[in-house]
């Protein structure tokens, strides 16, 4: 059974640092991409950052240079270091997974986590 798992999540003072976990099982990362999207109650979803199964990574403009997605193909983990923190970071983070090369859209995918908060706030 594909499942993915993410952990990590936390309260963080803005300007901070935290680094989310993507636990993948049922499958290999070396067939499946993986993107991490946000959302909060009441927002619209937004995939944030894409790691396809070539390692080939992508990332919305609004983490661009602060996040960086990563993978660990050993321990099947794709992780999402998130830098620089900010209040309008404070979401529900989860991750997608989908077989192939595309990244896993909102509608799209093999399987999804239930999510982890991360709050940025003073």
């Known amino acids: 059974q594909v499942q993915v798992v993410e952990s990590g999540g936390g309260v963080v003072q803005p300007g901070g640092s935290l680094r989310l976990s993507c636990a993948a099982s049922?499958?290999?990362?070396?067939?499946?991409?993986i993107n991490w999207f946000r959302q909060a109650h009441g927002k619209e979803r937004e995939g944030i950052s894409c790691?396809?199964?070539?390692?080939?990574?992508y990332y919305a403009d609004s983490v661009k240079g602060r996040f960086a997605i990563s993978r660990d193909t050993a321990k099947n983990v794709v992780y999402l270091q998130m830098n620089s923190l900010k209040p309008e970071d404070t979401d529900v983070y989860y991750c997608?997974?989908?077989?192939?090369?595309?990244?896993?859209?909102?509608?799209?995918?093999?399987?999804r986590g239930q999510g982890t908060q991360v709050t940025v706030s003073s």
């Open positions: 049922g499958f290999t990362l070396d067939y499946y991409s």
């Open positions: 997608a997974a989908l077989y192939g090369r595309s990244c896993p859209s909102d509608t799209l995918y093999d399987a």
């Open positions: 790691i396809e199964n070539d390692g080939s990574t």
